[in-house]
């Protein structure tokens, strides 16, 4: 590779790279979208990290209305068909539980035959190695009886339950994990597990590339879809180990796969993809989940975006800065202010008991395209009404610019 100098960006010109790789830039592109735009969105995501919270909806559900728009129930049933029933999509462990392509599911042979190893998920081994032949009678049960739920393990006839139901979810969540059982359908958000070769075509266990390779094209992919990023940032996309994914990194710019970058206040060296194209577009004016890519590596936020953001579900009440679940604001390529927000389905009203710009402010413009932005989240919910509390130095001027419209 040619010893020359990085190429150098703004911290502008950085944030607008990510968010137009992340599919965040521009306007929405169908007010009622399709198998073909949940591809495309994938084609920006690679991964959909999949998480239970449900205070206003799903997080992969929040993640792709704020690239697809729709409505909460046309989306649910959008990626139920393509997850459940098309196949397109698979359930794995990839960066934590997530949707991939269903083609992309060979990429992680090599984590399936760590975790066999035990160089992963040491507590879930430790009980594989203790319990082989209660593991080998789960997998057979589910072999001759079809997909089965952890809770119909433990309802058998009573007599017949060979473990409790932690147990139960055990030994499937480590058949899951070793790639044996994958997810063959979901109930009200219950997990049917099924053989994998079930229901998984069979191009998904051909030609699995070597972990080294497997690694390669994942960074290749974690660049492509973070439009500029660390190497911190780079391993953490798909959670590869670190010491080996930082020599798969040095082979790539020696490869000149990914060029180094220098961006503006950055205190290390980025990269981006050869091949990628990077665009300069301004953001749309959208709440994201916490889960979502452009913000669930939460030192890249800081890196790039200069918010500091935790996650305080799991904060007691007391010791909350900003609440229980708060939603970051993307803005002008900034994330410029948060809410704390909760469906009140009862009542029809997405409530929002705080509100808070950050340091460096919210103009009038800003407020108002928040309050449109809560109004489209309220009607997405299906709720009629949205009602702003007392906390913040957001809560009052954004209260005014909702009497407004």
Not at 1 to 18: C, F, K, T, Y
Not at 333 to 356: M, Q
Not at 374 to 385: D, K, N
Request: positive net charge.
């Amino acid at each position: 590779m040619m010893d020359a100098r990085p190429v150098e960006l703004s911290g502008r010109q950085a944030r607008a790279i990510a968010i137009s790789a992340q599919g965040l830039g521009g306007s929405l592109a169908s007010a009622r979208p399709d198998i073909r735009h949940l591809r495309k969105a994938f084609r920006s995501l690679g991964v959909l990290q999949i998480d239970a919270v449900n205070a206003i909806a799903r997080s992969h559900l929040l993640v792709l209305r704020s690239r697809l728009g729709g409505s909460h129930d046309h989306l649910r049933d959008l990626l139920h068909r393509s997850a459940y029933q098309r196949r397109d999509l698979a359930e794995y462990w990839c960066h934590e539980a997530s949707y991939l392509p269903v083609t992309d599911w060979p990429l992680f042979a090599w984590r399936m035959r760590r975790a066999e190893q035990g160089d992963l998920w040491k507590g879930i081994w430790r009980f594989a190695v203790k319990n082989p032949n209660s593991i080998s009678r789960v997998e057979q049960h589910v072999a001759a009886n079809g997909p089965v739920s952890a809770g119909q393990l433990q309802d058998r006839p009573r007599g017949a339950a060979w473990w409790g139901w932690s147990d139960s979810k055990m030994a499937l969540e480590w058949l899951f994990w070793i790639g044996k059982l994958t997810i063959s359908r979901r109930e009200q958000f219950t997990r049917y597990y099924d053989l994998s070769e079930r229901v998984l075509p069979t191009s998904a266990f051909e030609n699995a590339p070597s972990e080294t390779e497997a690694h390669l094209e994942l960074l290749r992919r974690a660049a492509v879809h973070l439009g500029v990023a660390s190497a911190e940032d780079l391993i953490d996309y798909y959670r590869l180990p670190k010491i080996p994914g930082k020599e798969r990194i040095n082979e790539l710019v020696e490869n000149e796969d990914l060029l180094p970058v220098q961006v503006q206040g950055w205190d290390r060296i980025g990269y981006i993809h050869a091949q990628a194209s990077p665009n300069i577009c301004d953001s749309r004016s959208v709440l994201v989940s916490p889960f979502d890519p452009i913000v669930w590596f939460r030192p890249r936020a800081e890196r790039l975006f200069d918010f500091r953001y935790r996650l305080e579900i799991y904060v007691p009440e007391p010791k909350r800065v900003y609440g229980y679940y708060v939603l970051p604001f993307l803005h002008d390529n900034s994330l410029c202010a948060r809410v704390d927000v909760k469906a009140d389905v009862k009542a029809s009203t997405l409530r929002v008991p705080g509100a808070f710009a950050e340091p460096q402010g919210l103009d009038d413009l800003g407020v108002e395209a928040l309050a449109i932005e809560l109004r489209s989240l309220a009607t997405w919910r299906g709720l009629e009404y949205v009602h702003v509390g007392q906390r913040g130095n957001l809560a009052r001027r954004l209260r005014k610019a909702l009497k407004a419209k």
